[in-house]
T-cell receptor, first 114, second 114 residues
Framework: EAQVTQNPRYLITVTGKKLTVTCSQN?????MSWYRQDPGLGLRQIYY???????DKGDVPEGYKVSRKEKRNFPLILESPSPNQTSLYFC?????????????FGPGTRLTVT | GNSVTQMEGPVTLSEEAFLTINCTYT??????LFWYVQYPGEGLQLLLK?????DKGSNKGFEATYRKETTSFHLEKGSVQVSDSAVYFC?????????????FGKGTKLSVKP
């Protein structure tokens, strides 16, 4: 089954404790992206990757890192999480970053930073 | 910059009622337009899309027409069901800025009562 998986689905952590949220897709997509969803703000892009070893900032990259060492994986790293990073995070992938291609979303990771 | 504005929710309807969720956009160039749906506890799924002016996207009884003259992409369904209860996001994608970035509206929560 074609899908985007994320782990963990739920995470509660404390300020400053490094964490990684994994994202994996089995569709051989070149393009992957991370979004955060906040009430009243919709979804906003954090980082994206056009292909292996190619990453770039989205609209809200501060406090996040990513890497793309393999085509299928695109982990999101919070080196020193803060309470304002409490949010619902979605990973997405697409076969092409072009304008009209559908993006496939993972099920989401709900992060709480206390 | 590019932006999407969609009607505030929540929207509560009775089963078999007619649904309209308004969406207008601001964008340079020729964006593609999308409606994504998020069912409770799940990630976003593409509902329908339109890639050029006057295109009509349709799926599962939902329709939306890309109106360049009014910069709109309103979502409609003639007869909603309880299973349509979800959050609906209007989005656009265009070149410029983060490639492949979807710009989302804030979402409209729809509840359908039996």
């Amino acid at each position: 089954e074609a899908q985007v998986t994320q782990n963990p689905r739920y995470l509660i952590t404390v300020t400053g404790k490094k964490l990684t949220v994994t994202c994996s897709q089995n569709m051989n997509h070149e393009y992957m992206s991370w979004y955060r969803q906040d009430p009243g703000l919709g979804l906003r892009q954090i980082y994206y990757s056009m292909n292996v070893e190619v990453t770039d900032k989205g609209d809200v990259p501060e406090g996040y890192k990513v890497s793309r060492k393999e085509k299928r994986n695109f982990p999101l790293i919070l080196e020193s999480p803060s309470p304002n990073q409490t949010s619902l995070y979605f990973c997405a992938s697409s076969e092409d970053p072009g304008v009209s291609y559908e993006q496939y979303f993972g099920p989401g990771t709900r992060l709480t930073v206390t | 910059g590019n932006s999407v504005t969609q009607m505030e929710g929540p929207v509560t309807l009775s089963e078999e009622a007619f649904l309209t969720i308004n969406c207008t956009y601001t964008a340079t160039g020729y964006p593609s337009l999308f409606w994504y749906v998020q069912y409770p506890g799940e990630g976003l799924q593409l509902l329908l899309k339109a890639t050029k002016a006057d295109d009509k996207g349709s799926n599962k009884g939902f329709e939306a027409t890309y109106r360049k003259e009014t910069t709109s992409f309103h979502l409609e369904k003639g007869s909603v069901q309880v299973s349509d209860s979800a959050v609906y996001f209007c989005a656009l994608s265009s070149y410029g800025g983060s490639q492949g970035n979807l710009i989302f509206g804030k979402g409209t929560k729809l509840s359908v009562k039996p």
